[in-house]
């Protein structure tokens, strides 16, 4: 599969704050899926957004998606110490899959 | 219910030794995706299954990884002569169309 990029790749923000990471990709979508991994097991979903959408909101999640130029963000309102993991995308595409670096983001309480 | 699950949790190995990791999916997924997670690391994809058709395996790093699937059911991921650099925590995941259900990984250490 391709790799996208995120950026940044580490983030550190006072408990409370927002948090936003971006994630670009290359090629045409269907659709793009944000992640979080916790101490470095098992990923889990947090939400989806398909290509002809432009914003869609989770709780204290909203993801933006913008087309033309291939880019994505995630933004987490109100952070919490809790929240602190690495976040993945993911995008599906013509059957492929490309998926980002991840974000470190830290919570600091 | 059941979610995705992983065997064994985790795996010490000797150099040149050879080891088989399992993935139970979810019952009824027809996705199948093996990744690689080096320590601090992102991920790495490995090799793809979706139902009957030929598995996406360009993202097998050798010769010495291979992976097959059972139906629509169990996989296992064989690494053939273990190298250090093999060591990583495995992850496979499940899909009925595009969410994936993560599995907890097997931790590989090759001493």
């Known amino acids: 599969s391709q790799q996208g990029e995120e950026d940044p790749q580490a983030l550190s923000i006072q408990e409370g704050e927002n948090a936003t990471m971006n994630c670009s990709y290359k090629?045409?979508?269907?659709?793009l899926q944000w992640y979080r991994q916790n101490s470095g097991r098992g990923l889990v979903h947090l939400i989806l957004i398909r290509s002809n959408e432009r914003e869609k909101h989770s709780g204290r999640l909203r993801v933006t998606l913008d087309t033309s130029k291939k880019s994505s963000s995630l933004l987490i309102t109100a952070s919490r110490a809790a929240d602190t993991a690495s976040y993945f995308c993911?995008?599906?595409?013509?059957?492929?899959?490309?998926f980002g670096t991840g974000t470190r983001l830290t919570i600091i309480p | 219910g059941a979610g995705v699950s992983q065997s064994p949790s985790n795996k010490v190995t000797e150099k040149g030794k050879d080891v088989e990791l399992r993935c139970d999916p979810i019952?009824?997924?027809?996705?199948l995706y093996w990744y690689r997670q080096r320590l601090g690391q992102g991920l790495e994809f490995l090799i793809y299954f979706q139902g009957n058709s030929a598995p996406d395996k360009s993202g097998l790093p050798s010769d010495r990884f291979s992976a097959e699937r059972t139906g629509e059911s169990v996989s296992t991921l064989t690494i053939q002569r273990t190298q250090q650099e093999d060591s990583a925590v495995y992850l496979c995941?499940?899909?009925?169309?595009?969410?994936?259900?993560f599995g907890p990984g097997t931790r590989l250490t090759v001493l």
């Open positions: 995941a499940s899909s009925l169309v595009w969410k994936q259900f």
């Open positions: 993911f995008s599906f595409g013509n059957e492929k899959l490309t």
């Open positions: 090629t045409s979508i269907n659709n």
């Open positions: 019952s009824g997924h027809t996705a």
